[in-house]
C-alpha cells in the first residue's frame, strides 16, 4: 500500500492550538483523544531520524487505544499525561515534516465521521484504502487547436465539465484563490471557438476595463473580451431615441455633485443628517439599486448607516432618490448640472429596458463571476448563449454576489496551487467567518514551503514585497513612505486616479471647500475629513500632519516620479491585488480598524455584523492567498484570531 498516513485532526484544529504564537492549553482541553493521539504523533516527527509511516501509524493505534482505555477507568488524567509530551515547538515543527512527508491532515467533516475508528473504538488500518484525498494528479490533455496543457485532478474534472457543456447550458464554478480559475477560462474558450461557427464568436466579460485587459492577455485572441459597461454600450442600437444615445457618451469619472443636488432637490435634513449627507444617501440608494435585479427603489436599498426612520422620512429619501435616478438615465431639457453615469448605471439602464446579448455571441465567459450585479446577470439569464463562470464568492467586495434565477451546473475547485499549505490553516479561519453557503475548504499547496512574520510597527520592507492597503489614505500615505526610502514603486491599480484622490485631498486642505473628486465628494471641508471614525484613520492622522507643515503638489508630484511598472514593489489597495501572485506580501495596518468593528459588533447576524465579517473576511482572504512563499501581517490579526 503506498506510503502515506492519514491523521485524524483537522488543520483548523492545529490553527486554534497554535495561532496565538504558543500551545493553547484551553484549546487542548477540548480535543477527543484520537485528535490528541494525532497531535502526540506530529510531537514526535521532529525526533525522527527518518520519517517510517508504518511506525507512525502503529503508534498512532496504541496511544488511540491507551486514550480509550484512560476513558473506561475512573479518572485517569490522560490529558496530563498528554501535556507533558507536548510543546508548541515540537507541534510547529512536526507539522511542517508532516508536508513534506505524505502525512496528512483530515477534513473537519472526516473528523466529525470518525470513519477511522472502528466499532470496537480501535483505529482502523483499513482506512486510508477506502479514503480519496484530494492528492493531485497530473493529466495531459491536447485542445482542439494541438497545444497540450497540463491538468491536475480537480481541475481535470472540472475541464471535462465545462468542455462537455458547449450547447446553451450555464455553469457556474466557485474556485479559490490560485485554483486556476484564469488557466480554466483560457482552455475553455478554445473549445468553445472550435465548435462555433465561423459568423459567430464568443464573448468573454469582466467587471471592469482594467480585468478586461488582464484576461485578454490570457485568452485567445480571436475571444471578444468586454467590459459590463462596453458590453451595456455595445447593446444600445443605433436607431435608439437621443437621449440613450447620450448615455454613451454621457460617463463621467468625477466625484458627485452634492451640492449642486441638494440645491435643486431642495434637499431638507433627515434625522441628524444635513442636506449634503441626504445628498449622499440618495446616490447610496440609487447605487443600491442599480445593482440589483428590482424594477424600483425600495426600502431594502436605503444604506445600513441611516438607521431607523420614520415612515415619513423612509418616503422622503425613496421618492427622492428615485428622482435622482431619472435625473441619471433621463434628465430634463436643460438640466443645469450633468450627473456623473457610471458603469452600474448604464448596466442597470440596459438591463430595465429588456435588451439581449446580440446572437452573433455563440457563447458568454465571465471571469471573476463573483463581480457579476444582479443586473447584469439578469440580462445574461435572459439572452440565448451558454454561460460560463469561474469565480471566488469569498473575493466579492461589496453586496453579496447575486442569486441566480435560472438553472445552473455547479461545481467547486478547493485546492490552490499558490498559497503554500501552512496558510491554509489561517485563509479557512477567513472563510468560515464570511456569511458564504461554500461548505468545501479551502486546500493550500502542500508542496510550498511558508514563512509568517508579525509586525508591531509597520516597516519598510527590505526585500521586494506586495503592500496592501485599506484605502485610498493609506494608499497615498505608503506612496510617500516608499518615495521616501527611495523605492520605485509599481501601483497596482490607476495612478492617474491616485493622482486625482491626492490633489483633491490637497485642494480640499488648502481651500476648505468640496470637490468633485471621487472618494472625496462627501466632505464639505476639511473639519468633515477629520471627523467620526477618521478621527481614528492613522493614515489620515499622518497626512494631515504633513499638510500642516506644508505638503503640496511639488512634495506629491517628487514621490510620483518612483512609479516604475517594472518595480518589484508593489502597492495597492485589496481589491486591485486580484488576479496577482507575488514571493512576499505584507498587509498594511489600516485593517486593524475593521478587527475592533468586528469584535465590538460580536457574531450577531444583524446586517451590520454580517456586512462587517464579510468585508473583513474578504480583505484578509484576498491578501493573504496573493503569497506563494512570506505573508507579513500585524500582530494584532494574531491577537484578533485568538480572540475569535
Known amino acids: 500500500m503506498e ?44 525526533s525522527m531520524k527518518e520519517v517510517n509511516h508504518v511506525q507512525l501509524e502503529k503508534a498512532l493505534a496504541g496511544i488511540i487505544q491507551t486514550a480509550r482505555d484512560y476513558q473506561r477507568g475512573s479518572n485517569a488524567p490522560f490529558l496530563d499525561e498528554v501535556k507533558s509530551r507536548i510543546t508548541f515547538e515540537w507541534l510547529t515543527q512536526g507539522m511542517n515534516i508532516a508536508k513534506s512527508n505524505r502525512i ?34 497530473e493529466y495531459t490533455v491536447t485542445l482542439p487547436r494541438g497545444q497540450k496543457r497540463s491538468f491536475q485532478s480537480e481541475q481535470m474534472r472540472i475541464f471535462k465539465q465545462l468542455s462537455g457543456s458547449v450547447s446553451d447550458e450555464h455553469v457556474q464554478v466557485q474556485g479559490y484563490s490560485g485554483s486556476g480559475k484564469t488557466f480554466m477560462l483560457s482552455n475553455v474558450a478554445d473549445v468553445l471557438l472550435a465548435a462555433a461557427s465561423s459568423k459567430r464568436r464568443v464573448l468573454a466579460l469582466f467587471r471592469s476595463t482594467g480585468q478586461r485587459d488582464a484576461g485578454k492577455a490570457r485568452l485567445p485572441s ?25 448615455l ?17 432637490l431642495n434637499l431638507r435634513p433627515v434625522k441628524l443628517f444635513d442636506p449634503h449627507m441626504v445628498s449622499r444617501a440618495l446616490f447610496q440608494i440609487v447605487a443600491r439599486f442599480t445593482v440589483s435585479r428590482d424594477q424600483s427603489i425600495e426600502r431594502k436599498h436605503l444604506p445600513l448607516w441611516i438607521g431607523n426612520l420614520s415612515e415619513v422620512d423612509e418616503a422622503y429619501l425613496l421618492s427622492h432618490a428615485s428622482m435622482l435616478w431619472e435625473f441619471i438615465i433621463n434628465p ?16 442597470k439602464f440596459i438591463e430595465q429596458k429588456g435588451y439581449r446579448i446580440p446572437h452573433v455571441f455563440s457563447h458568454i ?3 471573476e463571476s463573483h463581480d457579476v450585479s444582479g443586473a447584469m446577470l439578469s440580462i445574461i439569464e435572459r439572452s440565448p448563449q451558454g454561460c460560463f463562470g469561474l469565480g471566488d464568492e469569498i473575493q466579492a467586495f461589496g453586496p453579496p454576489p447575486s442569486q441566480r434565477q435560472t438553472p445552473a451546473i455547479s461545481r467547486v475547485m478547493q485546492r490552490s496551487y499558490r498559497v503554500p499549505g501552512d496558510f491554509d490553516r489561517f485563509v479557512n479561519f477567513f472563510v468560515d467567518m464570511h456569511p458564504t453557503s461554500i461548505e468545501e475548504e479551502f486546500l493550500g499547496n502542500r508542496d510550498r514551503k511558508a514563512k509568517l512574520e508579525f509586525y508591531e510597527a509597520p516597516p519598510i520592507p527590505e526585500e521586494p514585497t506586495a503592500i496592501w492597503v485599506e484605502d485610498e489614505w493609506e494608499l497615498f500615505e505608503w506612496v510617500n513612505k516608499l518615495a521616501d526610502a527611495g523605492i520605485s514603486i509599481r501601483l497596482a491599480g490607476s495612478i492617474e486616479g491616485l493622482d486625482r484622490f491626492v490633489r483633491g485631498v490637497i485642494e480640499l486642505y488648502r481651500k476648505n471647500e468640496p470637490v468633485r473628486v471621487i472618494g472625496l465628494s462627501n466632505y464639505r471641508n476639511w473639519n468633515d475629513v477629520m471627523s467620526g471614525e477618521n478621527q481614528l484613520n492613522r493614515s489620515i492622522r499622518t497626512i494631515n500632519k504633513w499638510l500642516e507643515q ?15 511598472p517594472q518595480s518589484e514593489y508593489v502597492v495597492g489597495l485589496f481589491e486591485n491585488s486580484k488576479n496577482r501572485e507575488f514571493r512576499r506580501v505584507m498587509l498594511a495596518p489600516a485593517i486593524i480598524r475593521q478587527f475592533y468593528k468586528v469584535k465590538t459588533l460580536g457574531d450577531s447576524n444583524s446586517p451590520e455584523a454580517k456586512a462587517a ?7 484578509l482572504y484576498l491578501g493573504i492567498t496573493r503569497t506563494t512563499e512570506t505573508l507579513i501581517v500585524p500582530e494584532t490579526l494574531n491577537e484578533f484570531m485568538h480572540f475569535i
Open 104 to 137: 496528512y491532515t483530515l477534513p473537519i467533516p472526516e473528523i466529525r465521521d470518525a470513519n477511522f475508528i472502528t466499532r470496537e473504538g480501535e483505529w482502523d488500518y483499513q482506512y486510508k484504502g477506502r479514503y480519496t484525498h484530494p492528492v493531485e494528479q
Open 550 to 564: 506644508g505638503y503640496t503638489t511639488k512634495h506629491w508630484k517628487k514621490a510620483a516620479e518612483m512609479f516604475d
Open 365 to 367: 465567459l465571465i471571469d
Open 613 to 619: 465579517r464579510k468585508n473583513l473576511s474578504s480583505r
Open 248 to 264: 454613451k457618451s454621457a460617463r463621467d469619472r468625477g466625484g458627485n455633485p452634492h451640492d449642486d443636488i441638494v440645491r435643486i
Open 332 to 347: 430634463p431639457e436643460n438640466f443645469p448640472i450633468e450627473i456623473p453615469v457610471r458603469d452600474h448605471h448604464l448596466v
Open 222 to 246: 480571436s475571444v471578444v473580451c468586454m467590459s459590463f459597461a462596453q458590453l451595456a454600450n455595445y447593446m444600445i442600437p443605433d436607431y435608439a431615441d437621443p437621449n440613450t444615445l447620450r
Open 3 to 46: 506510503n502515506k498516513l492519514y491523521l485524524p485532526v483537522s488543520d483548523e484544529t492545529l490553527l486554534r492550538l497554535t495561532v496565538s504564537g504558543h500551545l493553547n492549553q484551553e484549546e487542548l482541553t477540548l480535543l477527543k483523544g484520537f485528535e490528541l493521539a494525532a497531535v502526540l504523533v506530529l510531537c514526535h516527527l521532529p
